[in-house]
């Protein structure tokens, strides 16, 4: 899943340790989720999103997000 | 699931794991100690010795289970597979072993050593899975 997290933590001048904290997760964890090699669950989703003030979709695309507005 | 952040997790993990392994110390070494007073010690007093040396083991891993769940989704992904790749090497192991002792082609083993086979091919692919992987190794 294709993420904007990297650019959210940059805008906020955050090093990943620093978002880690603020998430309560571990270094690794952000950049694995950065790196794109892992996708959180909902719950940690929804805790990303509300730290940062946007939607999950905002965030988070899972590559389908086009089709569906191409179908409306 | 307790809501605690990755670093609580690890500091009751660690905070935890330190008395049990000095209690396993004790009673490894206390024990032995206990039993050499006899020159044939009573079954009942070896049982009693044997199973206060294996109670820590039960705690190490009763807390491994713990932090497990207390740490975050990642590392319990990381942990969790690593876990089921050990006890599958184990198990084939075990397997293959007892299948080449029942042939005589080896000699029988110690069943002690199933342990430590499981806590080093854990603990292996742990470290393997996050060096070649990073993630969560499923991927």
Redesign the interface.
Known sequence: MINTLRELRAERGWSQGDL??AL???R??I???E?G??D??LP?AFRIARLFGKGIEDIFDDGLGHMKKAAE | MAE????EANKRYRRAFIPVMVVYTIAVFGGSYLLKQFETPPTWLAAIVALIMAAPVGGVLWLMWRLSRE?????R?QQMAAMAAGGMITAFFSVVWGFLELYNVVPSLWTFLVGPIFFLSYGLIYCIGRRS????FE?
Request: aromatic fraction near 12%; proline fraction near 3%.
């Open positions: 880690a904290d309560g997760v571990s690794q964890s950049n694995a989720l790196t090699k892992f959180p669950s940690l | 605690v952040t990755f670093r740490t975050d989704e990642y590392t992904q992987f990073g993630a969560g991927k």
